[in-house]
C-alpha cells in the first residue's frame, strides 16, 4: 500500500497552494508586479515551506532508505552551466505571461477550465519537443563519436 | 499591499514544505512538480505509479476542498489563446532544459541548499518579474 504515500503528499501539496491562494493566477501576478500593487505573499509561502523542508530534508539525510523504496532518488548534477540559467529563465518568461507554474496549472485540472487544459496541453508538448531535442542531440553525439573511432 | 494574506500563505508554505519532506522520507523522490510530470511523458513503462498518485492527490484536493465547502474559483487567465499557449510551451520546455520548477528548484532544491537551485530560482523570478513588468507597465 506504498502508492497511499504519494497520493497524501500530493493531497498536501494540493491543499496548501489552495490555502495559500498560490493556485489562483492572479494571486501569483500579484506578486511578481514588484511595479504595481505589490502582495508578497508568495515570499511568505516559500519561507514558510523552507522552514519545513530544511530541517526535514537534513533529517532524510541522516537515515539510510525511505520508508517504502530501497533508496534516496537525489539530483546528481552539480554546478551551474547554460542549460540550467536558459531553462530557468524561459520558465521564467512563461511563468510571468500567465501566473501559471506546473503545479498549480496540474491542481487546476480539477476545475475542468478549457484555458487551463489547453495550458497543460501546451507545457506537455514543450516537455516533449525538450526530451525529442536532447534525443537527437545525443544520437548525433553518438554517431559522431562512432565515426570518428573507425577513422581512426 | 492590500492583497497581502501573510496567515493563509504561512499555513499553505507549512504544507507545501510539509509534503515535500514526506514524499522525500517516504519514497525517496523530490517533490518536483515539472519532474513528476514530464516522467509520465514517455513511453517507458518504469515508476509511473508514485508519479500518478502523486498527480491524482493534487488535483483531487481541490475536488475533495469542494465537498466541504471550500471549492477553487475558475482560474482567471488571459483572453488570448496565443498566450496561454505559448506560456505553456515556455513553462513546459524551459522547466525540462533547467531541471526543474518552482516546487523542485524553489522548495526541495534551495531546502537541500543547492547553489543550482537558488541560481535557477533566482533567474525565474527575475525573468517572472520583468515579464509582469512589461506586459503591465510598458505594453
Known amino acids: ?152 | 499591499m492590500a492583497n497581502f494574506t501573510p496567515v493563509s500563505a504561512a499555513i499553505g508554505g507549512v504544507l507545501i514544505g510539509l509534503s515535500a519532506v514526506l514524499l522525500m522520507l517516504s519514497t525517496g523522490r523530490i517533490a518536483g512538480i515539472s519532474g513528476i510530470f514530464s516522467g509520465l511523458l514517455n513511453l517507458r513503462g518504469e515508476d509511473k505509479g508514485w508519479r500518478i498518485a502523486f498527480i491524482a492527490g493534487l488535483i483531487l484536493a481541490p475536488i475533495l476542498a469542494g465537498l466541504i465547502g471550500y471549492g477553487m474559483a475558475q482560474p482567471t487567465l488571459p483572453s488570448s489563446w496565443a498566450v496561454i499557449v505559448a506560456a505553456g510551451l515556455l513553462v513546459g520546455f524551459g522547466t525540462r532544459l533547467g531541471g526543474g520548477c518552482t516546487s523542485g528548484h524553489g522548495i526541495c532544491g534551495i531546502g537541500r541548499l543547492s547553489l543550482r537551485s537558488i541560481v535557477a530560482t533566482i533567474v525565474f523570478m527575475v525573468m517572472a518579474v520583468m515579464t509582469v513588468a512589461i506586459t503591465r507597465h510598458v505594453l
Open chain 1, 1 to 152: 500500500m506504498w502508492i497511499i504515500a504519494p497520493l497524501i503528499c500530493g493531497l498536501i501539496f494540493g491543499a496548501g497552494l489552495l490555502i495559500s491562494g498560490m493556485v489562483q493566477p492572479t494571486k501569483v501576478l500579484g506578486f511578481l508586479d514588484i511595479f504595481g500593487a505589490w502582495d508578497p505573499s508568495l515570499a511568505v509561502v516559500m519561507a514558510a515551506a523552507l522552514a519545513v523542508s530544511i530541517p526535514g530534508f537534513m533529517l532524510a539525510d541522516r537515515s539510510a532508505r525511505p520508508w517504502f523504496a530501497g533508496q534516496y532518488f537525489r539530483p546528481g548534477k552539480s554546478g551551474i552551466d547554460l542549460p540550467l540559467v536558459a531553462g530557468a529563465g524561459l520558465f521564467g518568461i512563461g511563468w510571468g505571461l500567465v501566473g501559471l507554474c506546473p503545479g498549480p496549472a496540474l491542481e487546476s485540472l480539477a476545475t475542468l477550465s478549457p484555458g487551463i487544459i489547453v495550458f497543460v496541453a501546451a507545457m506537455a508538448a514543450g516537455m516533449i519537443a525538450h526530451d525529442a531535442w536532447q534525443q537527437s542531440r545525443l544520437t548525433a553525439q553518438r554517431d559522431r563519436q562512432l565515426a570518428s573511432a573507425t577513422d581512426g
